[in-house]
């Protein structure tokens, strides 16, 4: 079958289908189940609307416990049994993770990470937000900032790795150093430093992020607060940090929350430049490493991830419910 | 500022009557001079702006090269010659492993996933965020904690179950088994996104609807869509550029290469030990694969910004 046709026809039997159920679902209980006519007319309009929701939410509803509760459950149980899943190990998987060197190296790396990667690129943001606020081509500035939140991890990392390509005829870093008269190097082989190196990746790529939000918030403070600073003889650095800055605070813990969610599960870049070689394992990339060779250590990996992030998840989700009530 | 919250990142930006960034700088202008502090300001914007748009600017530059220029170094200046070959090569014939055919055939599957999952998926979630702020019904508290949690938890966990629930239904390592993971996974984020666009709707609009006669679907169709344009274009742009990037599920999903998506190819060519390496052939190929996004940035400009700034909470 011609692959375009046979498109449409996925698009059109899901769509299709979703609005049929849709409509199919509210005819039955209006007009089947509890009609508005009759005796209890009112008594069954009250009952369908109770119904209601729940008819248009099943299809996500059922989707979400096939892909979102189910999995996680089944990842726990699958991290008790053994490499081929048949043996119940009970926390076997989890201790040999905490005795195995790689292990802790990725954790150590990984704390790193989400302790460097969310701080420098929320300061980055704040302050290219705050100085691009002034100019007249501050708008092109932020569009090429902001440009690397387009391109994939991959696309971004493989941009990169001819950054820190050895070669001075392609490597930014070793052309510069070869312009000194210094001898190529390999950053992704130095060690400790390389993690830095990969780190800068993601920190180029989410700046433009933190820039957007903290920008808006910024121009959202209000004007007579900083009037009043200018009026009692304040200079812009100590406006920024005294009246602005404080009056952000809010976003800029949004901003660090979301980064450091980000950071805990983004392998990408990890596994494009250096494939967790020389010692730059974290543990989204740790996991990937015994992803269908042994899924018993790969899924307690992935509930240590998930442990870690939890904390943060929780933080953010009653900061949104408080929000959007 | 008021006690801001997380989505509240996404909430800002969702805002439909709120232009933030449209709204330009107010007061007077200030006047030029160059001051100690506008130096230290040019100056830094001036580094800031270097480590942001040099690596993008040798990658064209590199791309546009014959190989034997590149050899000649001069990294940083533009192309003698300029030479679209390698851009042309890294489409239609560049190597991962034993096959030779390019990265069209990694565009084409990309393209396969990408239409159908993001038509369902804002399909769906569209009218899930219409249920959402029409009814406060018991429950739905709940339910939306779940979706939060559906937005932030790491996608690492669910990998595994996943391939056991596709395997079980005979869609694993099928471009149909892909779409539905995104469908499901782009959920969460873009019914909050329709949600809270739709809550932000005056209650008199649907009020004087439903005095007027319309009913559930006619509200929707006639009232809600015919504004949520830009809350539309927002969820589009999230959901394309989020499973255009993918690469994850990519990798984990499909098992047999000539179904990879883009990204998942590129890597796999860049990567690739064999042969002479084409360094400007791999440029172009990166580049190639940034192209669909960027070219939705560069058009669609700061709805893109909103769109990922709400999008970014998800992952």
Known sequence: ??????????????????????????????????????????????????????????????????????????????????????????FGNYSSLIASPDFRTAFMNNVLWALFVPAVSTFLGLVIAQLTDKLSWGNIAKSIIFMPMAISFVGASLIWKFVYAIDPNLGIINAIRASMGLNPLDVLQLAFWNNFFLMAILIWVQTGFAMVILSAALRGIPEETIEAAVIDGANPFQIFMKIQVPQVTGTIVVVWTTTTILVLKVFDIVYAMTGGNFNTQILPSYMMQFMFRDDGRATAVAIVIMLIVTPVMIQNIIQARKEMR | MADTGMLNAAAAVTQPL???LAAGPRGPKPKNKFSRSNIIIYGTLFVVALYYALPLYVMIVTSLKGLPEIRMGNIFAPPLEVTFQPWVKAWQEACTGINCDGLSRGFWNSVRILIPSVILSVAIASVNGYALSMWKFKGSEVFFTILMIGAFIPYQVMLYPIVILLREAGLYGSLTGLVLVHVAFGMP????????????????????????????????????????????????????TGIWNDFLFGVTYISSPDRYPMTVQLNNI?????????????MAATLL???????????????????????AVKG
């Open chain 2, 189 to 240: 984020i873009n019914t909050l996104l329709f949600r809270n666009y739709f809550a932000s709707i005056p209650e008199e609009l649907f009020k004087a609807a439903r005095v007027d006669g319309a009913g559930f679907w006619a509200i929707f169709f006639k009232i809600i869509l015919p504004m949520s344009l830009p809350i539309c274009v927002v969820a589009l742009i999230i959901q394309v």
């Open chain 2, 18 to 20: 709120r232009g933030t």
């Open chain 2, 270 to 282: 860049v990567n690739s030990v064999q042969g002479v390496k084409e360094y400007n052939v791999n």
């Open chain 2, 289 to 311: 694969t940034g192209l669909v996004p960027l070219v939705i940035y560069f058009a669609s400009g700061k709805l893109f910004v909103r769109g990922i700034a709400a999008g």
């Open chain 1, 1 to 90: 079958m011609n692959p375009v046709f046979q498109g449409l026809l996925t698009i059109l039997i899901g769509v299709g289908g979703i609005f049929a159920y849709f409509v199919l679902s509210n005819m039955l209980l209006d007009k089947v189940l509890f009609p508005a006519k009759g005796p209890n007319a009112s008594r069954n309009i009250n009952r369908a609307n109770l119904i209601r929701p729940w008819l248009f939410l099943a299809p996500t509803i059922i989707a979400l416990s096939l892909y979102l509760v189910y999995p996680v459950i089944g990842s726990f149980i699958r991290s008790l049994y053994n490499r081929s899943g048949d043996q119940f190990i009970g």
